[in-house]
C-alpha cells in the first residue's frame, strides 16, 4: 500500500489497461488477440485512466483502436464494493 501523506494507507485497487484495433466500430471485437497492447497493471484508478489517456491519444489517427480500463480489483474480490465508479 502507498501513503497518500496522510496517516492512513490507501487501499490498492488494481487496474488493467489494454487495448487494440477492433474489428468494427459497432462493437468491442478485437482483429487480432496477439496484437493487443497491455499497458499496465496499475494500484488505483487515477494512474490507470492517466495511462489510458495517454495510450489513447497516441493511437487518435486509428478509429478502430481502443483501449480500456479494467477493474480488477473487483474481479479478485467481488464481494467489495468502494463506491468507485465504472468508468472505462
Not at 490507470?48 to 474481479?75: E, G, P
Request: aromatic fraction near 10%; glycine fraction near 8%.
Amino acid at each position: 500500500m502507498t501513503d497518500t501523506g496522510n496517516d492512513t494507507p490507501s487501499k490498492q485497487l488494481l487496474h488493467l489497461v489494454f487495448g487494440g484495433e477492433l474489428t468494427s466500430l459497432e462493437g468491442i471485437e478485437f482483429a487480432d488477440l496477439d496484437k493487443l497492447d497491455i499497458v499496465g497493471i496499475y494500484p488505483n484508478y487515477a494512474t490507470a485512466y492517466d495511462a489510458w489517456k495517454d495510450a489513447a491519444q497516441r493511437s487518435v489517427d486509428n478509429a478502430h483502436m481502443r483501449y480500456f480500463i479494467v477493474h480488477m480489483h473487483r474481479l479478485l474480490d467481488p464481494e467489495t464494493e468502494n463506491g468507485e465508479t465504472a468508468a472505462g
